[in-house]
């Protein structure tokens, strides 16, 4: 039985576990982020659904915005609560700094200047988007959901911070900001994980369970 985390393979019972394998998605990207062209720019990648929790976004992004001006948030995605979070936006006194970009076939050559990458789910199954991300070399924060912690190492390839914890997220985002040696280190330490999630290794991963 094959599972996509250790996470979800643990909410069987122990004969399902016994038989299962981990085994992740594969991840492909058409560019590496560029570090010297970045710019003072956040962005986010996935649906407009409650479970992606924008809301929880915008709202860090709101205080960060405080101390850290001039910076812009660019949301990437489409879907049915896009009135919703322009609303948050527009009561965060942020809706000039917000961007809603819908859906991109271009979107890693539109987030590869970027400063951080920001993922602020409620629960998650393997998110793509944040493993393509920490895979173009981004320097990434998480909301700690799901079996997130088995893609981003806290402090080693990427930030954690509980779920629905404004205040945590917010400090995190300007702790990034303020600290160029942080940003070097996740980014060069989120490639090399992410090495493991190319689609040559994964398919090695299948041939061998078969």
């Given amino acids: 039985i094959v599972f996509q985390t250790e996470f979800t393979k643990n909410k069987f019972p122990e004969n399902i576990k016994k038989k299962g394998i981990i085994i992740p998605n594969p991840i492909n990207i058409s560019c590496f982020s560029e570090p010297l062209l970045m710019k003072k720019k956040i962005v986010s990648v996935g649906r407009l659904v409650p479970q992606k929790n924008h809301t929880l976004l915008i709202k860090a992004f709101a205080v960060f915005l405080k101390t850290h001006k001039d910076y812009n948030l660019h949301i990437y995605g489409i879907g049915n609560i896009l009135d919703e979070l322009k609303l948050v936006a527009r009561e965060n006194n942020v809706e000039e700094f917000v961007h809603f970009e819908g859906f991109c076939e271009d979107v890693h050559e539109r987030i590869?200047?970027?400063?951080?990458?920001?993922?602020?789910?409620?629960?998650e199954g393997m998110p793509n988007a944040l493993m393509e991300a920490m895979m173009m070399g981004l320097p990434c924060i998480s909301t700690n959901c799901s079996g997130i912690g088995e893609i981003i190492c806290n402090e080693i390839d990427g930030l954690l911070v509980p779920k629905e914890d404004v205040s945590s997220l917010s400090k995190a985002m300007c702790r990034l900001s303020d600290?160029?040696?942080l940003q070097n280190k996740l980014r060069e330490a989120a490639r090399i994980k992410a090495e493991a999630w190319k689609t040559e290794?994964?398919?090695?991963?299948?041939e061998e369970l078969f």
């Fill in 201 to 206: 290794a994964i398919a090695e991963k299948w």
């Fill in 112 to 123: 590869k200047d970027a400063e951080q990458f920001v993922f602020s789910s409620n629960y």
């Fill in 179 to 181: 600290d160029k040696a």
